[in-house]
């Protein structure tokens, strides 16, 4: 399990400098607004995140649900961290920061237990 959750968390860096490079590229080199931009970049590093994970860390095939899945998953779970931020009034650093742990936790478990539950 040790092993596992290593492997999901070197994914997960990975994952998190592709976000921030692409959103850093869109924000400066074709000057998008910061949502378009955050969007994109999540996209793109939550589908990387996604066949990484399926084919390194649990060694499984490719669905089409499961993508599905874990898309929405992570993308539900960065909106609402975002608005509890907003309610809160959190700086958007602690956001990020809270965002990536609650991510690397719940996106372990859920991608464990049910996205790739039928991994070896």
């Known amino acids: 399990m040790l092993n596992l959750f290593s492997r999901y968390v070197s994914v997960g860096v990975v994952n998190t400098a592709i976000h921030w490079l692409v959103f850093g590229l869109l924000i400066h080199l074709v000057s998008m607004t910061q949502a378009t931009a ?3 970049a999540f996209c793109v590093a939550v ?9 390194w860390t649990f060694k499984t095939k490719v669905t089409y649900s499961g993508y599905i899945m874990f898309v929405l998953f992570m ?13 809160m009034k959190v700086p958007p650093l602690i956001t990020l920061v809270a965002f990536s742990a609650i991510s690397l936790a719940c996106g ?3 991608s464990k237990l049910i996205v790739f539950r039928d991994a070896k």
């Open 75 to 87: 993308g539900f779970m960065a909106g609402l961290t975002g608005y509890l931020s907003d309610i």
């Open 38 to 40: 955050n969007l994109i």
């Open 47 to 55: 589908t990387f995140s996604f066949f990484a994970n399926a084919r």
């Open 108 to 110: 372990f478990i859920y």
